[in-house]
Structure formats: C-alpha cells, structure tokens
C-alpha cells in the first residue's frame, strides 16, 4: 500500500522514496591472551543524540565497487587500512517513514555485510572525517557489544547473529632434531606477529599445495634456521584447533594438521634465524632439561612424547 502524508486541503501525498546502497565490515580481533574487540564507530550527534555504535563503513558512490567502498569509509572513520573478504551478507530494512536529512522519507535501506580485519601494525583508531556522521572509531569489547552493554545499531546484531570466523585448515611439516652431544632439541621462538607470540615450537611450517611433505620441512627448515636437514621417518600427526587473530590480522578459526618427522642436520650446525619480520624471531638448541622453564606449543610436547614411545619400543 502507498504510503502518504496529508497535504495542504488535508488531501495525501505520497512521501519522497529514498533507497541507499552501503557497504560495511565486520571486523573483530583476538590475540592468544586477549579478550576479542570489534572495531565500531559512534553515530555523531548531527545522526542520533544518543549513544550509537555501528559498522564501519557506509554509502556506495555511483559506480563504486563494494569493496572498494569498505575500504574507503574504513579509513575515513577510523583512519586504518583494511583488507576486506570476498564473501558477503546482504540486509534489507524497509522504513516507510523515516526522518531523512530533515524531512520524512519512505525509505528503504539495503547493506552489503563483509568481514574485514586490519594489520598487526595498525594505528590506534582515528576518525579522519571532519563533522560528519562518525564521531568517534574504537575497539570494543565484543562481549559487550553482544550482550548489549555497549548501546548498538541493529545492524550491529543482525551482523554478529550471522557472523562466523573464517574457517582456515592448513597441513604443516615440522622436524624434530635432536643434539646428542648434549641433549639438545632445536626450537624456534614465534615472533610478534604470529599466533601464541614469544612461545617455542618445531621449526617447520606449511605445506604449499602441490609440494611434497618432506621437501616443505627441508626449505622451512632452511628459512627458519638457515640449515639443511635430513628428514626421517613421521614420528607423530597431531593437530589443534583455535580461534584467534591470524598473522594477517584476519580473526580466523584454524585448524592446523602437523606431520612430525624426525630429522637430523651437520655435526656442529649453528642455526640463526635468515627470513627477516617473519614469525620467527628466534633459533636455539635448547638443552632438554631447560625444556618445563620454557612456553612450548603442544606440538613440541606432542614430538617429545612420540619419541619417548618410540625409543621405550626398541
């Protein structure tokens, strides 16, 4: 049914309809230890003069893709690159009268939904606009945004209802290499840019697709440690699955499948680290005793007990 307003002569005249295509993200983080945020912005005063928080982005321009559009509303509301996904949810509201740029509209609003996530490295959140519709961009705890603690927009619920980290599975290759002349295990420390930063695992990583198990374990091995190694037999498989922040800053659910092979390297290798502002900061032989002092990732303890089976065995 037409939706109208009484004109002069008290007869009914249709309102003015107003359709707006916007683009947003969500974008949530989570380190090891931190509790996950997501980035919102607040409504200024000019737009409600109550307390809002909403999705960064907004109002596609003609011609403009989506993605591009996330982007650009990103960093003018709170001054942070953004890399936006490919996926995307889309939400229609109907209002068939709303208040509009200072008169009564029927409008209809369609918003295109994707996940975002921002750099490691990003700055601190800075609205660059200046007396527009943003006043202010931060993280925000997410358990107080969803239990409504944090007063926000209905696009903010519908957005969380449906949103799900991005499910990531990855098969990686890792060497344990021991020392005999003095029980020594070789480790690796993740930098600050890797999940579980500062703690000590296998030196390995992922298997690119097509590449053989065994030749990725030589050239991580090469990458992390600058040596070459002899890889044996699988001592164990082990996996792990968490939910966090990704190197890339992506919040991601990953499962990560770990082929643990026994290897050996030179009499008298020295590791030290080769690729620079990688995910690695550190390699050492690490004598086994001083392994409890240490934060190891399970996959070490997973390699140790392997191990341990195995020589009961023979």
Avoid at 20 to 25: C, D, F, I, S
Avoid at 37 to 43: A, G, K, V
Avoid at 83 to 90: Q, S, T
Avoid at 106 to 113: E, G, K, L, T
């Amino acid at each position: 049914m037409a939706t109208r307003n009484r004109g002069r002569g008290g007869r009914r005249r249709k309102l003015p309809k107003v359709q707006r295509v916007g683009a947003y993200a969500v974008i949530i983080r989570a380190g090891a230890t931190a509790e996950p945020e997501i980035l919102l912005s607040r409504l200024s005063e000019k737009v409600t003069p109550e307390e809002r928080w909403t999705l960064p982005g907004g109002g596609i321009d003609h011609g403009e893709d989506p993605r591009d559009a996330v982007v650009r509303e990103v960093y003018e509301e709170a001054g942070v690159p953004v890399e936006v996904g490919v996926e995307a949810r889309v939400y229609s509201v109907h209002q068939a009268k709303a208040w509009r740029l200072g008169r009564r509209v029927n409008s209809h609003a369609i918003r295109i939904v994707y996940d975002g996530w921002v750099p490691h490295d990003a700055p601190e959140p800075q609205t660059m606009e200046i007396d527009g519709s943003t006043a202010e961009a931060a993280w925000l705890p997410l358990a107080a945004v969803t239990s409504g603690e944090i007063p926000t927009s209905p696009l903010v619920t519908d957005a969380l209802e449906m949103h799900r980290p991005t499910r990531l599975q990855r098969l990686a290759a890792y060497a344990f290499i021991m020392r005999p002349s003095d029980d020594a295990v070789l480790l690796t420390r993740i930098s600050s840019i890797g999940y579980h930063a500062g703690s000590w695992t296998l030196p390995g990583g992922g298997v690119d697709f097509g590449e053989q198990p065994r030749e990725a374990l030589v050239r991580e091995v090469a990458e992390e440690c600058g040596l070459t190694c002899e890889v044996g037999a699988v001592l164990d498989v082990h996996d792990v699955n968490i939910v966090g922040t990704a190197p890339s800053g992506r919040h991601e659910e990953f499962h990560g499948v770990h082929l643990i092979f026994s290897a050996t390297v030179p009499d008298g290798a020295e590791p030290q680290v080769v690729e620079q502002d990688g995910t690695t900061d550190a390699v050492r032989w690490i004598p086994r005793s001083d392994l409890p002092n240490l934060p190891l990732l399970d996959v070490v303890q997973a390699a140790l007990a392997a191990e341990k089976s195995e020589s009961g065995a023979e």
